[in-house]
């Protein structure tokens, strides 16, 4: 039986599916890589300068614009093939839960709804002075806005290196990666921690892992299956 089939076996059989997303299936959106994120007039700019509390306590105006023009291609980008696949996949499954990288929100748009977004999601603001996440009308105008509560920069709700990941986000997702059938990593290099290390910690649980990419990672050779190729092709060859 080729990888394919067996991986389309594999899925059938499952009642519990976890996946991990990552930067692959947005691209395919569209949607630049983090780091070939900088054109244009940001090119000058590395995104380690920009996504750190550092740089926006030094510079929130610069930091603040940035994320204004990532969010306006955010908003310009439409889920794929491989985001409608898996809001399939976890209408069919008994079990699904979707882990993501992605701060884009493209996996909410294409339906799916048991999302852990490990790193935040970039349409979402939160204050920089009491961490809550703020509806609009809670921000004064501004660049950066301003808490209307407290009067501090208000910032966007995502993970900067140097930051924590939610805890509780963290450890659904560990238990999500223990606790199903099968372990669907999508579109990730694999070298981003902790996240890299979900797929290893289902394997060591004895889930069946099946990584979807178009070029090898770390998880290649230790996969279940490794399928080569692009989400948007492989995950609808994949749902029952």
């Known amino acids: 039986m080729d990888p394919l089939s067996r991986a389309r076996a594999l899925v059938g059989a499952a009642r519990r599916i976890t996946v991990l997303t990552g930067a692959g299936i947005s691209a395919e959106s569209g949607i630049p890589t983090f780091r070939d994120a900088l054109t244009g007039l940001w090119s000058r700019f590395r995104p380690e300068e920009l996504a750190t509390p550092e740089a926006f306590e030094r510079d929130p ?14 908003a310009a980008a ?13 209408r069919w499954a008994a079990g699904f839960t979707l882990i993501t990288q992605n701060v884009d929100g493209l996996h909410a748009r294409a339906g799916s709804r048991n999302l852990i977004e490990l790193h935040g999601n970039i349409a979402r603001n939160r204050c920089a002075g009491e961490g809550c996440v703020l509806a609009d009308d809670e921000a004064a105008p501004g660049s950066p806005p301003t808490c209307r509560r407290c009067g501090s920069c208000v910032r966007p709700d995502v993970v900067w290196f140097g930051e924590m990941l ?33 797929p290893f910690e289902a394997l060591a649980s004895g889930v069946s892992v099946i990584e979807v990419n178009p070029q090898p990672t770390p998880l290649s050779r230790r996969a279940t299956l490794a399928l080569a190729g692009p989400a948007g092709e492989m995950l609808p060859r994949l749902v029952p």
């Open 61 to 74: 105006k610069t930091v603040w614009e940035w994320y204004a023009w990532r969010r306006v291609a955010v």
């Open 78 to 90: 439409q889920p794929n093939a491989g985001h409608a696949a898996l809001a399939a996949l976890e």
């Open 166 to 198: 939610d805890p509780a986000s963290l450890d659904r997702a560990f238990e999500a990666a223990r606790d199903c059938d099968v372990f669907l990593s999508v579109g990730t290099s694999g070298l981003v921690e902790p996240a890299a290390s979900l």
